[in-house]
């Protein structure tokens, strides 16, 4: 019996990892034309490194865009652009990442990104 593979619920737009985590955003797919762009669009934080224990919802509060785009969330601000970023906790420090294609995104990260989408 051949398997029709699983339409994918999320599509990932920006990642960037480092020694501490992950953060990236994601697209939900299949949700109602009408649907919030808060439920369609959102940041994550998977903390762990090479080893992704715990996906973290970023609350986020507005964005710039610029040469380096930025991304504020009531936990930090993210800073970036196509190939880094700093992600600046308001309360544990910085952390320096590197982009990586979306699609390149480690398969721990997806593994655990795919269980967060399924149980929201």
Same mark, same amino acid.
């Given at each position: 019996m051949t398997q029709t593979p699983a339409t994918p619920a999320y599509e990932i737009l920006f990642a960037f990892t480092g020694? *501490?985590?992950?953060?990236?955003?994601? %697209?939900?797919?299949? @949700?109602? *034309?009408?649907?919030?762009?808060?439920? %369609?669009?959102?940041? @994550?934080?998977?903390?762990g490194g090479n080893n992704p224990a715990q996906v973290v919802p970023l609350r986020f509060v507005s964005m710039n865009q610029g040469m380096r785009q930025e991304r504020v969330f009531a936990e930090g601000t993210l800073r970036f652009d196509e190939r880094e970023a700093e992600l600046?906790?308001?309360?544990?420090?910085?952390?320096?990442?590197?982009?990586?294609?979306?699609y390149a995104a480690p398969d721990a990260v997806a593994k655990l990104v795919a269980r967060f989408v399924a149980e929201q």
């Open positions: 020694h *501490a985590g992950t953060v990236l955003e994601i %697209k939900r797919l299949g @949700l109602p *034309a009408d649907a919030p762009r808060s439920r %369609k669009y959102q940041w @994550l934080w998977v903390d600046a906790w308001h309360t544990a420090g910085t952390l320096h990442l590197q982009a990586c294609l979306p």
